[in-house]
């Protein structure tokens, strides 16, 4: 992956923001880390991994609002979700933190997160009509949830021209090849000096070569080798033995 300069260079806090050990997001450990330490992002793909409740989602939607797009998705031009307000699950994290960013580079992001996805089609099947009637449906409505993520993520001009892509489980609407498709052009944007957060629970993603795998757990947020990713070992053991695990749940 590069090395050089990124357009997003490092989280940290605020000087004036406040924590809350007590409160929600602070206790989660990655985002107390997080705020006691701040978190270099290097240059290239960075996956954020962990089970439920680390904290991916929350960082994600954080540096998107730090960079002018709203945390349902979008970019900072097409805002999709920005009437809905912010809703009562929303961290606050955005606020708390500022953004160190390399001199001279654009920083145009662009988020989608796959709870949110079809929104972001009413949004722009909403923005996209003539003015002589309602609204047509926008052609990713016509497309299953799968088709409608893999076109935005591997064909929209949204990501081609984002200098930080922005990503929260994308491997949830995808197939197999759809995941190896999204992971080569994932290492092609970031050959092109791009830059990519993602939050994954994916073994696929997080093995394109050359990826910075970054690890939340309760120990807040560790740099791990792909072949030493819990979820890793999970699925193969998972894999190896199916049966096991199901006579534990069963």
Known sequence: MPTGPRPLRRLERHPDATVDPAAWPDRVPAVAQLLTEGLDL?????????????????VVEAVAELLGVHPEGGSAAHRAGADRGRGSDRSGLAARLRAVRSPGRRAAAFLLRAETAHRFYTYLEDTTGTGDGPPRPHPLHHLSHGEGFAEV??????????????????????????????????????????????????????????????????????????????????????????????????
């Open 42 to 58: 290097p240059a290239g793909v960075t996956f954020l991994v962990g089970a439920n409740g680390t904290g991916k989602s929350t």
């Open 153 to 250: 993520l591997l064909r929209s001009r949204w990501v081609c021209e984002a200098a930080v892509l922005l990503l929260d489980e994308p491997e949830s609407a995808l197939s197999f090849d759809n995941q190896l498709l999204l992971g080569a052009s994932l290492a092609a944007a970031a050959a092109e000096g791009r830059q990519v957060l993602c939050a994954t629970h994916s073994p696929l993603l997080t093995a394109v070569p050359g990826a910075n795998v970054l690890q939340l757990d309760e120990r807040g947020i560790t740099a791990v080798e792909w072949e030493e990713l819990d979820l890793v070992r999970e699925w193969r053991f998972f894999l190896d033995a199916p049966e096991r695990y199901w006579r534990r749940v069963l």
